[in-house]
């Protein structure tokens, strides 16, 4: 399979995974956290569900920040630049957004279980959510630092042709 072939694919998944991750965000999360808030949080403060989904909606945006840096990867690969520094750069960028995400989903679980509003099951479900967060932070910094090696024996390569 050559490289455009690759990068059409790619492409193709990525404009998929934005799709649904436009429903999961801006219809799913926000019907669930609703119907939590109706069945589990009775009493809560009005304001509860504008922050839950305000919480959702910046992990949201962090997503379609990384997509549209996994997307800039995507076309270099298509252009046969897979092994180039603003390859590396971006990957690095995705490790910080899912490193961020992460943690903004770490700090406010702990808050809602802290006061109250979050069972132990319910705690352990988003402790695995924010861990998967950081694994793909992890492996997106991995693969930067990879990228970038292969980058340097590229250019190292490119000047002794």
């Known amino acids: 399979?050559?490289?455009?072939?690759?990068?059409?694919?790619?492409?193709?998944?990525?404009?998929?995974?934005?799709?649904?991750?436009?429903?999961?965000?801006?219809?799913?999360?926000?019907?669930?956290?609703?119907?939590?808030?109706e069945t589990v949080a009775t009493g809560a403060p009005g304001w509860l569900y504008w922050a839950l989904a305000g919480r959702a909606w910046a992990v949201a945006a962090l997503s379609y920040l990384a997509l549209g840096k996994f997307w800039s990867i995507c076309t270099r690969i298509g252009a046969d630049n897979s092994f180039c520094r603003e390859n590396a750069r971006a990957m690095g960028?995705?490790?910080?957004?899912?490193?961020?995400?992460?943690?903004?989903?770490?700090?406010?679980?702990?808050?809602?279980?802290?006061?109250?509003?979050?069972?132990?099951?319910?705690?352990?479900?988003?402790?695995?959510?924010?861990?998967?967060?950081?694994?793909?932070?992890?492996?997106?910094?991995?693969?930067?630092?990879?990228?970038q090696n292969a980058a340097l024996l590229k250019e190292e390569n490119d000047l002794t042709i």
């Open 1 to 37: 399979m050559n490289q455009k072939r690759i990068a059409h694919l790619l492409h193709l998944f990525s404009a998929a995974v934005a799709v649904v991750g436009a429903l999961f965000f801006f219809w799913y999360l926000p019907h669930v956290i609703g119907n939590w808030i």
């Open 93 to 147: 960028h995705i490790s910080i957004l899912a490193f961020l995400a992460a943690g903004m989903i770490a700090a406010v679980d702990i808050w809602l279980y802290f006061a109250g509003l979050l069972g132990k099951i319910q705690a352990v479900g988003h402790f695995f959510l924010a861990f998967a967060a950081c694994g793909l932070g992890v492996v997106a910094l991995a693969l930067a630092r990879l990228i």
